[in-house]
């Protein structure tokens, strides 16, 4: 299994709302990571956890958290979001140690209303 | 601080026609690696070809070469006898040795479209 799933692959949700987004690994990899995508833009990193634990947060707000509950699964928990903050979200995992390649994950459109 | 710069927003090629598609960067360590990743309209990140700072040779993987010259700070990938389904964004990435982690720091990207 060399893929990386996430769901859904897409959200419309309310700035009330609490949504997740999944993404989910059966490669081994110990290093996984959240990155945002804006339209017409690259993509920017948002967390990486390594061995289940948060190792990099790029000061994102706090209507993100992020969560990993074991080595093959990572959730964003999504809150009281902005309409600034529709944007395609993708997942990615990596080996742990310096190899090459990230595989991403196809990516979850978000909108939000 | 590590920089990728992709000055071309939007390249043309004709169906079978080689195209290179530019990449530079900006890095003050001497152990980096460099990516390239395509984007189709789907959304996915698929990722195409690897070039480490210390390899000899120029990376290949298929269609796909890199024309890595490292003195130039340059890493422009190559498609030979583009098809159809080339069609896509194409994103130069460079990992960030600097955290440990696999971190990318992405440019800005180029579009390819790829004429019959």
């Known amino acids: 299994d060399t893929e990386v799933t996430q769901t859904p692959k897409h959200l419309v949700m309310g700035m009330t709302n609490k949504k997740s987004l999944k993404c989910e690994q059966h490669m081994g990899h110990r290093a996984m990571y959240w990155y945002k995508q804006k339209a017409k833009k690259p993509p920017e990193l948002m967390f990486v956890?390594?061995?289940?634990?948060?190792?990099i947060n790029e000061s994102v707000p706090s209507r993100f958290s992020p969560e990993c509950p074991n080595s093959s699964l990572l959730n964003l928990h999504l809150h009281a979001l902005q309409p600034e903050d529709s944007a395609l979200y993708l997942c990615?995992?990596?080996?742990?140690?310096?190899?090459?390649?990230?595989?991403f994950g196809s990516g979850t459109r978000l909108t939000v209303v | 601080a590590q920089k990728i710069t992709q000055t071309q927003p939007g390249m043309f090629v004709q169906e079978k026609e080689a195209v290179t598609l530019d990449c530079t960067y900006d890095t003050s360590d001497p152990s980096y690696g460099l990516f390239w990743y395509k984007q189709p309209s789907s959304g996915e990140m698929i990722f195409l070809i690897y070039q480490g700072s210390y390899d000899q040779q120029n990376a290949t993987e298929g269609r796909y070469s890199l024309n890595f010259q490292k003195a130039r700070k340059s890493a422009n990938l190559v498609i030979s006898a583009s098809q159809l389904g080339d069609s896509a964004m194409y994103f130069c990435?460079?990992?960030?040795?600097?955290?440990?982690?696999?971190?990318?720091?992405f440019g800005t990207g180029t579009r390819l479209l790829v004429s019959p």
């Open positions: 990435a460079m990992r960030d040795e600097n955290t440990g982690f696999q971190k990318l720091v």
């Open positions: 990615a995992s990596s080996p742990r140690d310096r190899g090459y390649g990230y595989t």
């Open positions: 956890y390594s061995y289940e634990k948060l190792s």
